[in-house]
T-cell receptor, first 112, second 112 residues
Framework: DAGITQSPRYKITETGRQVTLMCHQT?????MFWYRQDLGHGLRLIYY???????DKGEVPDGYVVSRSKTENFPLTLESATRSQTSVYFC???????????FGQGTRLTVV | SQQGEEDPQALSIQEGENATMNCSYK?????LQWYRQNSGRGLVHLIL?????REKHSGRLRVTLDTSKKSSSLLITASRAADTASYFC????????????FGAGTRLFVKA
């Protein structure tokens, strides 16, 4: 199916564990993004990527790692999960800089 | 801090009334976008207005942009219960790089 998909949709993990959230898009969009959404903060940009092998930090990158070896995939890894990383994570893609972004359905991550 | 800030944080109106949401931002921008998010879902793009535009329409949506005041408004006319959602403004700062920044959102509730 065409679009942008995130997996898993729900994840519970323990403090200190490494966890990877997956994001896959079928449009070959150049730009991809990871946001986290918390009550009272709206969406905050974690990392973004302008193309394969090009990534850059957003507003809240600490504790997260990304990679983009292929245009269609943009995984987000929490190296050592903390309770403060409990959040809903959204992946998005965009074909052109500064234009409409297409969002995935989100991953609800709970760190216990 | 957030680049864009929406006002009000929450809005409750009757079906058929108009709903107005405002967004203020801090730095010069290339464009401003409005997104909608239904509960538990990803964001959906509504409209984009460029920095050299003052007003834009799309169906029942009217967006204005005042770059001198660094503010934008989203008007939804003849609201429907199905318009109940959170609405976010997103700015593309004119600071180099590509970091679309979202505000905290306005929660709109339309009563049938």
């Amino acid at each position: 199916d065409a679009g942008i998909t995130q997996s898993p949709r729900y994840k519970i993990t323990e403090t200190g564990r490494q966890v990877t959230l997956m994001c896959h898009q079928t449009w070959s969009h150049s730009y991809m993004f990871w946001y986290r959404q918390d009550l009272g903060h709206g969406l905050r940009l974690i990392y973004y990527s302008a193309a394969a092998d090009i990534t850059d930090k957003g507003e809240v990158p600490d504790g997260y790692v990304v990679s983009r070896s292929k245009t269609e995939n943009f995984p987000l890894t929490l190296e050592s999960a903390t309770r403060s990383q409990t959040s809903v994570y959204f992946c998005a893609s965009s074909p052109v800089q500064g234009t409409e972004a297409f969002f995935g359905q989100g991953t609800r991550l709970t760190v216990v | 801090s957030q680049q864009g800030e929406e006002d009000p944080q929450a809005l409750s109106i009757q079906e058929g009334e108009n709903a107005t949401m405002n967004c203020s931002y801090k730095t010069s921008i290339n464009n401003l976008q409005w997104y909608r998010q239904n509960s538990g879902r990803g964001l959906v793009h509504l409209i984009l207005i460029r920095s050299n535009e003052r007003e834009k329409h799309s169906g029942r949506l009217r967006v204005t942009l005042d770059t001198s005041k660094k503010s934008s408004s989203l008007l939804i006319t003849a609201s429907r219960a199905a318009d109940t959602a959170s609405y976010f403004c997103a700015t593309d700062p004119n600071t180099g790089g590509f970091k679309t920044i979202f505000g905290a959102g306005t929660r709109l509730f339309v009563k049938a």
